[in-house]
C-alpha cells in the first residue's frame, strides 16, 4: 500500500493552474519524451563518462523503467535514490516517473544511520545506491540496514565498485527489453519527488512535490533566467541532483526546458573551472561558499572565464561582496535565489536587483513571481499579512507548492496553513517596490544574557571585511551568559593577511559597519575551508563542535 500523499492545497486552486498553462499539465516523462521526440540527437547529460543524446537516454530509461516494474514497482511506490551526479541519477529519476514511481533522491553523503531514517519514514519499497562512491560504499550500508526497513524490498546497487550480496544490479536491470515499456501516465498534480530539506541543523525534513509542482512551478522559475527561450540551456551543476536545488535538474532543465546537464560527481573549484571552460555551460548552479572558492581559485592562477548567462546562487545567503566579485569574475549577472524544499522561491534575476544594497537591509531576494509562488509577509502568531516594509514571517503558496510533508502530520500542522500557504520560519519584508528582503530566522537566534543576536546580520556586516573568503557565525555555550557568539572565518588566501584577523579587528569592522558591540563575536575560529553537509550548504552543526572545541 504506497503512503498516503495529501495535497494541502485546495484542489480548484490547484487545478487553476493547469487550466490556465501555469503548469505543463505533464507528467515528468511524457514531457521529457516530448523533448526526446523534438530533438533526439542534442546532447542530455554530460558527466565523466562523455556525453549522452536524449534519444540514448530515453533507451536506458525504458529499459530500466522495464526492469523496475519487473521488480514489483509501481505508481505510487516510493524509491530512494542516493547516487552522485551522472547518467546513472537522470536515468533513474526519469524511469522512475515513468512508471509512476515517488522518487526519493538524497545526497551520497549521508551517512546509513540517516538514509535509513529517511527510507523508513518514506516507507520506501526500494532504493538504487551507489555501489562505491569516494570510498563509501552506500549500497552495502543499506543492504546491511535492511532489518530497519520493513517496507523495503529491494537494494539495486549502480556503478562501479563490488555489489553487495543481497542486492541487485543496475546493469541487469537495464538488460531489459526497451519494446515492453509502457508509460504509467501517472496524473500530473499527483507525487512526483520527495524533496529533503538539508538537515545542518535538525533533522531533515521530507517535502512531497508533484509533477506540475516540479515541471510547472520550478520550471517558470528557471524560464525567467533564460533571455530566448528557444534556445535550451546548457546547465553545469555544481549542487547534487539529489538535494532540493538540484530538483532543478532532472525535471526542469531536462524534461521541461529540452535542455542539457554538465555534471560533476563531486565537487572541487578546479573541476568547476575546468568545466565552465570545457562546456561553456549557459547557467552555473551552486551554492556562495562554493561561489567563493571557486573565485579564490581564480584569483591564484589567473585565469579567464567563458562567461555564462547566469551564476545562480542558493542554498545560503548571498553578500554583496561575494556577489560583486563573482559578478567580474564571471562576466554575467550573478542571480541570488531564495528557496528551500518546503515551497518558496523568489530571486533577484539577470537584471541585478538590489545591487549596492547595504547589510542593514538585510539579503534582497527578489519580486515575488506569482507564476512561480506567491509570497507575503506575515505576522508569526496571527498568519495575517503585515504592511509593507513591515517585518514578519515569510509565507509563500503558488504553482510549485509542494503536496505535504512525508509521514509528519505535526510539520503539516506547523508549517502549512489551513489554505494551504507555507509556514517558512524566515523573517523578512517587501519593501514599497516589492522587492522581498530577508533578514533572518525566526529561530535562527543566539541568546546571550537574555539577548538576541541574529547570526544572519553579523555574516553580512562580516562578509565585506576584505580578509575575509567565507564566515559563519553560531551560537557556543556558555556557563555565564548561556550562549556567545563564534565567528568561524575562511580567511582569503592571498595578500599579509597573517595575523590580521583578530577578534578586536572583527569588532573594529563590525563598529564601522554600525553593529552594536552587544552583537560583536567573543570568539574566534580560523578555518582552511567551510565544511559543507552533503547538499552543499555550510556545515553549522560541525562549525559549532569545532568552535566549542576551540574554546
Not at 523534438?38 to 526492469?67: N, S
Not at 552506500?138 to 532489518?147: G, K, Q, V
Not at 501517472?186 to 506540475?212: F, Q
Request: charged fraction near 20%.
Amino acid at each position: 500500500m504506497p503512503l498516503p500523499l495529501k495535497d494541502l492545497l485546495p484542489a480548484a486552486l490547484r487545478r487553476s493552474w493547469a487550466v490556465d498553462g501555469t503548469c505543463p499539465d505533464l507528467d515528468l516523462y511524457s514531457l521529457f519524451r516530448a523533448r526526446q521526440v523534438g530533438d533526439p540527437h542534442r546532447a542530455a547529460v554530460v558527466d565523466a563518462k562523455g556525453k549522452l543524446c536524449y534519444t540514448a537516454l530515453d533507451r536506458k530509461v525504458r529499459c530500466l523503467a522495464v526492469g523496475l516494474r519487473g521488480l514489483g514497482i509501481g505508481p505510487g511506490d516510493v524509491v530512494g535514490v542516493q547516487l552522485p551526479n551522472g547518467r546513472d541519477a537522470v536515468v533513474t529519476d526519469l524511469a522512475l516517473a515513468a512508471v509512476g514511481a515517488v522518487a526519493l533522491p538524497f545526497p551520497v553523503g549521508r551517512g546509513a544511520a540517516e538514509a535509513t531514517s529517511l527510507l523508513r519514514r518514506a516507507e520506501a519499497v526500494a532504493v538504487v545506491a551507489a555501489a562505491e562512491h569516494r570510498g563509501a560504499h552506500p549500497a552495502r550500508a543499506l543492504t546491511e540496514a535492511r532489518a530497519a526497513l520493513p517496507a523495503l524490498r529491494h537494494v539495486v546497487a549502480a556503478g562501479r565498485g563490488p555489489h553487495p550480496e543481497g542486492a541487485l544490479a543496475m546493469r541487469e536491470l537495464l538488460r531489459a527489453d526497451p519494446t515492453e515499456f509502457v508509460a504509467a501516465r501517472p496524473d500530473p498534480d499527483g507525487p512526483a519527488r520527495i524533496l529533503v530539506s538539508s538537515g545542518s541543523e535538525a533533522e531533515p525534513k521530507m517535502v512531497a512535490y508533484s509533477h506540475n509542482a516540479l515541471a510547472g512551478g520550478r520550471g517558470n522559475f528557471f524560464a525567467s533566467l533564460m533571455p530566448d527561450r528557444t534556445v535550451p540551456p546548457r546547465c553545469l551543476f555544481l549542487v547534487p541532483l539529489a538535494s532540493a536545488f538540484g530538483s532543478n535538474g532532472t525535471a526542469v532543465a531536462l524534461a521541461r526546458h529540452g535542455g542539457t546537464l554538465v555534471l560533476l560527481d563531486h565537487f572541487t573549484p578546479e573541476a568547476a573551472i575546468a568545466a565552465i571552460r570545457e562546456h561553456e555551460p549557459t547557467h552555473v548552479l551552486g551554492v556562495p561558499t562554493m561561489a567563493r572558492m571557486i573565485l579564490d581559485r581564480l584569483a591564484a592562477d589567473g585565469g579567464k572565464l567563458p562567461p555564462p548567462t547566469a551564476l545562480v546562487l542558493g542554498g545560503s545567503p548571498l553578500d554583496v561582496t561575494t556577489a560583486a566579485a563573482a559578478r567580474e569574475a564571471f562576466g554575467c549577472p550573478v542571480v541570488n535565489l531564495y528557496g528551500s524544499a518546503d515551497g518558496v522561491n523568489c530571486h533577484t534575476g539577470l537584471e541585478g536587483l538590489g545591487e549596492g544594497l547595504a547589510p542593514e537591509h538585510g539579503v534582497v531576494a527578489g519580486r515575488p513571481d506569482p507564476r512561480v509562488a506567491d509570497i507575503r509577509v506575515a505576522d508569526p502568531a496571527t498568519h495575517e499579512p503585515v504592511p509593507d516594509g513591515t517585518i514578519g514571517e515569510i509565507v509563500a503558496r503558488g504553482p510549485m507548492t509542494p503536496l505535504c510533508y512525508v509521514g509528519a502530520p505535526d510539520l503539516d500542522a506547523r508549517y502549512r496553513t489551513p489554505d494551504g500557504w507555507v509556514r517558512t520560519g524566515d523573517l523578512g519584508l517587501i519593501d514599497g517596490d516589492g522587492v522581498l528582503h530577508v533578514v533572518g530566522r525566526l529561530k535562527d537566534v543566539v541568546i546571550r544574557g537574555g539577548a538576541n543576536i541574529s547570526p544572519a546580520e553579523v555574516e553580512r556586516a562580516l562578509s565585506a571585511h576584505p580578509l575575509i573568503r567565507d564566515v559563519v557565525c553560531v551560537g557556543v555555550p556558555d556557563p555565564v551568559m548561556g550562549e556567545r557568539l563564534a565567528a568561524c572565518v575562511v580567511p582569503v588566501s592571498r595578500g599579509p593577511q597573517e595575523g590580521a584577523l583578530t577578534l578586536d579587528a572583527l569588532g573594529e569592522h563590525l563598529t564601522g559597519r554600525g553593529l552594536d558591540r552587544a552583537k560583536h563575536p567573543e570568539r574566534l575560529l580560523l578555518v582552511p575551508e567551510l565544511p559543507l553537509t552533503p547538499a552543499g550548504k555550510p556545515d553549522r552543526t560541525a562549525l559549532r563542535e569545532r568552535a566549542v572545541a576551540g574554546c
